[in-house]
């Protein structure tokens, strides 16, 4: 069992590792001259006009929030598509159905306007 | 010690490192990332304990969504980045002492059930078999069918009350 989990072991490794020294390999070897101007804050080359920190637009968390309902979907659905072979037609019933009443959430929320960029 | 208590324990001290972080940092954004490791650590307790689907459930659910709509919500917030809130208050040693006197007492209670040193049966299942079981078992009527059916509806009440309320009634 556990050397299936050593493959992905490995991948975690490396994907700290490299980060971590490409970071730290810039730290060490590049010459530390800093001023006023070097130590500026910018975003995209440009000076910064207002706070880092801003308040984000609620239009976001709407997308997390419903991109979670359907991330969750997704878990149930999955073990059910990986049996769908070996279950009855009665069973995969009961799948469309879980499937339908989801479908009625999504119609609603997209009738509502949830889902368009204002 | 086998290798696998060595993986165990260095996981296992992973997550309750990053688990008191998230509790203990001022900064919550960072507290929000720490949860992250935190949350990752518990998808490697379950995969040591070979339940791999609820390994690749966790990174995907919690990781993947909960941690990133908890991120979010810290963005959306105005005011609390702020470093000032202090994260205790004047009651926070009688608490420390509540809570380990009521741990003490359930570890307590569950070490006089008998089935608390026995040791785990061995997974009878291989592989894909784990999930094929567990797909079977939500559609089958002897299984979970009617769980699985209101696991629906519990999620269109999710979908339709984080709609409702988070929507921007404003410009409509």
Same mark, same amino acid.
């Given at each position: ?47 910064? *006009? $207002? ?11 709407? !997308?997390?929030? =419903?991109? %979670?309902? *359907? $991330? ?11 049996? !769908?072979?070996? =279950?009855? %037609? ?29 | ?172």
């Amino acid at each position: 069992m556990l050397n299936q989990w050593l493959y992905i072991g490995i991948f975690v490794v490396i994907s700290v590792f490299l980060p971590g020294v490409a970071i730290l390999l810039a730290r060490i070897l590049s010459p530390k001259k800093p001023n006023a101007i070097k130590n500026s804050v910018y975003e995209c080359g440009v000076e910064t *006009f $207002d706070k880092t920190w801003i308040q984000f637009r609620i239009q976001y968390y709407l !997308y997390a929030l =419903v991109f %979670l309902i *359907f $991330d969750v979907e997704t878990v149930f659905l999955f073990p059910f598509a990986v049996a !769908y072979n070996q =279950v009855p %037609l009665f069973m995969v019933m009961e799948a469309i159905i879980f499937i339908a009443i989801l479908m009625g959430g999504f119609l609603y929320i997209w009738r509502k306007g949830a889902l368009t960029w204002r | 010690m086998s290798v696998q208590q060595v993986i165990f324990i260095s996981f296992a001290l992973l997550t309750v490192f990053s688990a008191i972080m998230v509790v203990s940092l001022r900064n919550l954004f960072h507290a929000a990332l720490w949860l992250v490791l935190a949350l990752l650590g518990i998808a490697s307790l379950f995969a040591l304990l070979g339940a791999s689907f609820f390994a690749a459930v966790q990174i995907l659910v919690y990781i993947g969504a909960i941690a990133i709509l908890l991120i979010f919500a810290v963005m959306l917030t105005r005011n609390i980045m702020s470093d000032e809130v202090t994260q205790t208050n004047r009651a926070w040693g009688l608490a420390v002492l509540l809570v380990s006197v009521i741990f003490f007492i359930i570890i307590g209670q569950i070490s006089s059930w008998s089935g608390f040193s026995q040791p785990l049966s061995e997974f009878t299942y291989t592989g894909q078999e784990t999930i094929l079981a567990l797909g079977k078992g939500f559609v089958s009527p002897s299984g979970f069918a009617l769980p699985f059916e209101t696991a629906s509806v519990l999620l269109l009440a999710a979908l339709l009350g984080g709609v409702y309320i988070a929507m921007d009634k404003g410009k409509e």
